[in-house]
Nanobody, 128 residues
Framework: QVQLGESGGGLVQAGGSLRLSCASA????????MAWFRQAPGKEREFVAA???????????YYADSVKGRFTISRDNAKNTVYLQMNRLKPEDTAVYYC??????????????????WGQGTQVTVSS
């Protein structure tokens, strides 16, 4: 069983970059499908990026339209960490960002936000 913890959030000016990390205490992330979500004040939690099953090929990584071309999700097996590289940040990217995991064998494209494990979140604030 994994225990997820995010880091790397902070305050950045519009146009800047941040890299969020999601580390696992417990199980290896190799066996999990991973995702990033975010929730802005007063808004519903929304999907940001994810991979399918435990595949990290280009065709099995997908993004919300609002971040496509600016954000990149990746995994470092040696560090047992998943990243979200965020470039060309906009004020509307301001939110608490959460990483999530579900056993790869249980993944399907209809999963939505029904991931089994969640981190505590990290705040990202983009100033204009």
């Amino acid at each position: 069983q994994v225990q997820l913890g995010e880091s790397g959030g902070g305050l950045v000016q519009a146009g800047g970059s941040l890299r969020l990390s999601c580390a696992s205490a417990g199980g290896t992330l190799r066996n999990y499908a991973m995702a990033w979500f975010r929730q802005a004040p007063g808004k519903e939690r929304e999907f940001v990026a994810a991979n399918r099953w435990n595949s990290w090929t280009i065709g099995n990584i997908y993004y919300a339209d609002s971040v496509k071309g600016r954000f990149t999700i990746s995994r470092d097996n040696a560090k047992n960490t998943v990243y979200l590289q965020m470039n060309r940040l906009k004020p509307e990217d301001t939110a608490v960002y959460y990483c999530a995991a579900t056993p790869a064998r249980l993944y399907d494209d209809g999963l939505g936000d029904k991931y089994d494990y969640w981190g505590q979140g990290t705040q990202v604030t983009v100033s204009s």
